[in-house]
């Protein structure tokens, strides 16, 4: 019976295996069946502490490459040497979510070094009481 209840196991396993692949779900033994993000590269912002940093973790060890953007530059790489290790491979940028330069700059390093931007997790906020009329810069 022992030799049933393996051959069991292995055969559950090969089926989800195959399961995976015709979903098109890379199988990453981290996944625990889930989908991956093998090979995909997300931004976050934000990803120096408290939820930013949770959903780079998430995100890294969903098997993603993670570019974590914070203002504070040294929370930004400690971030990335916790990540250290992971699937993806992470890329630290001090970023001023209010300057557009820093903005553009982030993204335009993403794709430099990554070849492409799959997803954004837009986490930074910016404190202040403007409304939304007396903004200027158009949103795009």
């Given at each position: 019976?022992?030799?049933?209840e393996?051959?069991?196991?292995?055969?559950?396993?090969?089926?989800?295996?195959?399961q995976?692949e015709r979903?098109?779900?890379?199988e990453n033994?981290a996944?625990?069946?889930?989908?991956?993000?093998?090979?995909?590269?997300?931004l976050?912002?934000g990803a120096?502490?408290g939820?930013?940093?949770?959903?780079a973790?998430?995100?890294?060890s969903a098997?993603a490459?993670?570019?974590?953007?914070?203002i504070?530059?040294?929370?930004?790489?400690?971030?990335?040497?916790?990540l250290?290790?992971?699937?993806g491979?992470?890329?630290?940028?001090?970023?001023?979510?209010?300057?557009?330069?820093?903005?553009?700059?982030?993204?335009s390093?993403?794709v430099?070094t990554?070849?492409?931007?799959?997803c954004?997790?837009?986490?930074?906020?910016?404190?202040?009481?403007v409304?939304?009329?007396?903004?200027?810069?158009?949103?795009?």
């Open positions: 019976t022992r030799w049933r393996d051959h069991s196991m292995v055969a559950e396993q090969a089926e989800h295996a195959e995976a979903v098109g779900h890379a033994p996944s625990h069946g889930r989908p991956t993000l093998d090979g995909q590269v997300a976050v912002t120096g502490s939820i930013g940093k949770s959903a973790m998430a995100l890294a098997g490459h993670v570019v974590l953007a914070d504070d530059g040294s929370a930004c790489e400690k971030t990335a040497a916790e250290d290790g992971n699937a491979r992470v890329l630290a940028v001090p970023c001023d979510v209010r300057k557009r330069a820093d903005i553009a700059s982030l993204v390093l993403t430099d990554f070849g492409q931007l799959d954004a997790f837009n986490n930074a906020g910016v404190a202040g009481r409304l939304v009329e007396d903004r200027t810069a158009a949103v795009r």
